[in-house]
């Protein structure tokens, strides 16, 4: 079958791997139809590492994606805990916990101590043609709901987790550091939870239109002075709730320093290798006295998310930008590294 596999950094190879084998107990055998690329998997493309782990042999990436189950082995139950069958249409969590953990005994499967994670190394990713899945992380899908859509529920699970950790209630201001697709969904996110105002800061003019487009108050950090614009509409308050989802130089500091007095701060972005370091005044931190929080990825949001893009109440249009087959994976991930021609969201089709 082909696969996209990263051999170094910005070296990426559509080639061909061996097709996986049956599914094992608890297994599906999936063919993957869409996998959209995610901010973390740039970090792997451009460093072939992220934070302190590094790719040592080829690796498949792709975390974001959605396919159909071919063939189940025994024993085999959803994200639902109900039988999963062959020809089922999923959305598939890219996380594999162990469930076993106290960690994930006390409710917190995304800090699971043995968690095996799709496209982290040494486990291959969602960019080939057909893989094997726990049927656990695979949650059905309606017919309503498009495959792209599908594989959007991951960063969407980003983004539902990123606000339960904020708390955003109603009438809460908000200041969104990052207009990339998990910031865009966070705010979506947060205006249904009640957050308002919101503001939303990024350095390229499209996907400010999109901020804009649902109901942001948008600031371009490169024309202007994001922490500036957020304390002046607030009348020199700040804002009760910033999310960072950048992780540029300078964008943790700045979300300290729009927060308002006794606000909260949740970082979501992730640093390039080379800069892996976190860069905050405590004075800024201490003297507002901030509740600051980590976000890593999501608990159980499946369901939730499923349930949100079926009503409607989050809208996808304007986030795919560009799509590619699994051939030309490697230009895919060029374009989107680089930013250029108004990447929004790419999606390739495998």
Request: with cysteine.
């Amino acid at each position: 079958m082909q696969a996209a596999r990263l051999h170094g950094p910005a070296d990426l190879r559509v080639e061909r791997v061996p097709r996986p084998g049956p599914p094992g107990p608890g297994e599906a055998l999936l063919r993957v139809k869409v996998t959209g690329i995610c901010g973390s998997d740039l970090h792997s493309y451009q460093d072939a590492k992220i934070g302190d782990r590094a790719v040592t042999s080829p690796l498949i990436l792709g975390h974001e994606f959605a396919g159909v189950v071919l063939e189940t082995g025994p024993d085999a139950m959803d994200g639902n805990n109900q039988p999963l069958k062959p020809g089922t249409r999923v959305a598939v969590d890219p996380a594999m916990p162990c469930h076993h953990c106290d960690l994930c005994e006390q409710g917190h499967p995304n800090l699971c101590r043995h968690l095996h994670f799709c496209s982290n190394h040494p486990y291959n990713g969602s960019l080939s043609q057909w893989m094997l899945m726990p049927a656990r992380c695979c949650f059905p899908i309606p017919k309503s709901m498009s495959d792209i859509e599908g594989a959007l529920l991951e960063p969407l699970g980003v983004a539902i987790h990123t606000v339960d950790l904020a708390k955003v209630s109603a009438a809460r201001s908000v200041a969104i550091v990052g207009a990339g697709s998990i910031g865009l969904l966070i705010q979506q996110v947060a205006k249904l939870s009640g957050g308002d105002p919101i503001f939303v800061s990024d350095k390229f003019p499209w996907r400010l239109k999109v901020a804009r487009q649902h109901g942001a108050i948008a600031i371009n950090c490169d024309h202007e002075d994001p922490v500036a614009r957020v304390l002046k509409e607030t009348a020199g308050r700040g804002v009760d709730v910033v999310i960072e989802a950048a992780w540029a130089t300078e964008s943790v500091q700045q979300a300290a320093e729009m927060a308002a007095l006794g606000g909260r701060v949740v970082l979501v972005g992730i640093p390039a290798a080379s800069g892996d370091r976190l860069t905050m005044k405590p004075s800024t931190a201490r003297r507002k006295g901030l509740t600051v929080k980590f976000c890593r990825r999501m608990k159980h949001t499946y369901p939730r998310a499923i349930q949100m893009v079926e009503r409607g109440l989050v809208d996808f249009r304007g986030f795919v930008s560009h799509r590619f087959p699994l051939s030309r994976a490697d230009e895919a991930f060029a374009l989107n590294a680089a930013y250029r021609d108004r990447v929004v969201k790419t999606i390739i089709e495998c």
